[in-house]
């Protein structure tokens, strides 16, 4: 019987400042790299799991620091609260919690900070549950059938 | 309850990228540009740090 290899960490939320306070929310460091084995990785990033968010997106720095030529990616647009914004998309690999996922991501120089983690790629890879009760998110890896 | 990396960011320049230790427990470069910063960083003995892009403000995020 294959051993159960699974990743499952409890992280706790992380404080960010806001107008007269602060707030939670759930963010973990990651970095990312292109697709090919050994390729130049990102230093690791603060990233925001975002469940509103249809996939992973980056500041675009961070993808010229890999090697992307961001403007040579897929055009893509997203649509949030604050209105639409321009992604270019590529094939990476991004490396959290002890896993590498190889997905599409959004890059942008207009994302206010460094990432969000969103459905694809990274809640189609983990089952994630947040507990207000205890300030924390864990992660526990699966692999689809 | 303090919260040294929150402490961290309070004081952290605004639409700057950060570097923190491993621990995350002090600031070790700051700069206008992720390149800037990683080199700052770098220079400083920290080849792992992790790093934060502070926004224009701090607001609760909502993209």
């Known amino acids: 019987m294959a051993a159960n290899l699974a990743v499952n960490l409890k992280i706790p939320y992380k404080k960010y400042p806001a107008p007269g306070g602060f707030y939670y929310t759930a963010a ?33 720095a961070i993808g010229r620091a890999i090697g992307l030529g961001i403007e040579s990616g897929q055009l893509e647009y997203t649509q949030g609260v604050a209105g639409k914004s321009k992604v270019y998309v590529f094939e990476i690999a991004l490396h959290a919690a002890g896993a590498t996922i190889l997905t599409l991501a ?15 790629g990274f809640f189609e890879s983990f089952r994630i549950t947040f507990d207000p ?13 | 309850m303090n919260d040294p990396r929150f402490e961290l960011l309070k004081s952290a320049p605004l639409d700057s990228w950060v570097a923190l230790s491993e621990d995350e427990t002090r600031i070790v470069a700051v700069g206008r540009s992720y390149s800037e910063v990683v080199e700052k960083s770098e220079s400083a003995g920290v080849t792992d740090p992790v790093l934060i892009k502070t926004p224009k403000e701090w607001q609760p995020i909502s993209l």
């Open chain 1, 28 to 60: 973990i460091p990651v970095d990312i790299s292109r697709p090919a084995k050994g390729s130049l990785r990102s230093k690791r990033f603060d990233a925001i799991i975002d469940s509103g968010a249809a996939g992973c997106l980056f500041h675009a």
């Open chain 1, 106 to 120: 959004g890059f942008s120089d207009d994302l206010p900070i460094a990432g969000l983690l969103g459905m694809r």
């Open chain 1, 133 to 145: 009760a205890s300030l924390q998110v864990e992660l526990e890896r699966f692999h689809r059938a």
